[in-house]
């Protein structure tokens, strides 16, 4: 398959750098040029025609936990995927991550069909280092198809995405250099059904890229202060890149959907949104945010059981505008 060139998604700081395999992958927080939230962006993102993740009983998660995680870092991110019910939320509070995911589902498809509305954790596997803790992009979808076919530990499912989440001691090929996750879509042979992976890594790796607002970039002009994380760097920069993530493969899952430019440069629901977290965004500054009056960390939206969240801005096809909430 031809190589393209993929823009960084989600950044302060913006970088272009060329792929194998057709993968697009998200710098999701910065560069390393310059810090910048992005204001709103000039072009609307365009619909291509593809399929988009659209089935109204859900787009099933299945998580592949790749290495060790604390118990911390794991109950953050699977209280995260809780969160897109508003269910999980006791009391309800708003703005929530199910919130949020309701400017995604405004993304239809020929048919009008909505991206859905229902986002749900289905199954979690864990896996001790079997391909060692360093690895190639093309082995994220060989641990995919091996969870798959050979052990059968997860089923075949053709609305779900397959997220691969590497510890903080796992090298994963452009990973903290011009990546912080990256989604696409396989075969999985012998059934020979096309499904939908993603892997993001422990932004502990290179908080200052991977984990901004929550922590300094190692490269450009000061920015200012980093955030207090409400639920660690680590875990709560993944949470950011996760749900880029989410979005991207939503509504482009086979680089059909939903983009803007050029398919060779692509920006997608979230990356057309760099660096945007609340409203009055500019660049080295995320937006105005909530502030816990305890911990004095900073969020944008509630979660299940009791966790505050930062989520990316959102291209909006219908106001024309990012939006967080």
Same mark, same amino acid.
């Given at each position: ?111 009008? /069909? ?45 609305? /779900? ?103 060779? /440069? ?37 979660? /299940? ?21």
């Amino acid at each position: 398959m031809a190589k393209m060139l993929v823009r960084s998604l989600f950044c302060p700081f913006i970088i272009v750098s060329t792929l194998a395999l057709a993968t697009w992958s998200y710098g999701l927080n910065q560069s390393r040029n310059q810090p910048s939230s992005l204001a709103t962006s000039s072009t609307t993102v365009a619909y291509h025609g593809g399929p988009l993740l659209t089935r109204p009983s859900g787009i099933n998660i299945y998580l592949i936990w790749y290495g060790a995680f604390s118990l911390k870092d794991r109950t953050t991110i699977t209280d995260f995927f809780a969160s897109f019910s508003p269910k999980g939320l006791v009391p309800r509070q708003e703005p929530s991550v199910s919130t949020w995911w309701r400017t995604v589902t405004s993304y239809k498809d020929k048919a009008h /069909a909505p991206v859905s509305r229902i986002v749900r954790l289905v199954k979690q596997v864990g896996d001790p280092y079997s391909l060692g803790k360093n690895l190639k992009r093309a082995q994220i979808s060989s641990l995919v198809n091996k969870n798959i076919v050979i052990s059968n530990k997860l089923p075949v499912d053709s609305n /779900a995405i397959y997220l691969v989440l590497t510890a903080k001691d796992v090298n994963v090929e452009k990973f903290c250099m011009d990546s912080c996750g990256f989604h696409d879509s396989v075969s999985v042979t012998p059934k020979g059904s096309v499904i939908v992976y993603a892997h993001v890594g422990d932004a502990v790796q290179c908080p200052g890229f991977c984990a901004w607002p929550y922590a300094v970039p190692a490269y450009g002009p000061p920015p200012g202060q980093a955030l207090v994380a409400p639920n660690g760097v680590g875990a709560d920069g993944m949470v950011i890149n996760i749900a880029t993530i989410l979005a991207g493969a939503a509504t482009n899952p086979f680089k059909t959907g939903y983009f803007q430019g050029d398919i060779l /440069a692509p920006l997608e629901a979230v990356s057309a949104c760099p660096g945007i977290f609340g409203a009055g965004a500019y660049p080295g500054y995320p937006g105005n945010l909530m502030v816990d009056k305890f911990s004095k960390a900073s969020y944008n939206v509630y979660g /299940a059981n009791g966790e505050k969240f930062l989520l990316p801005a959102v291209w909006d096809l219908v106001g024309l505008t990012c939006k967080v909430v």
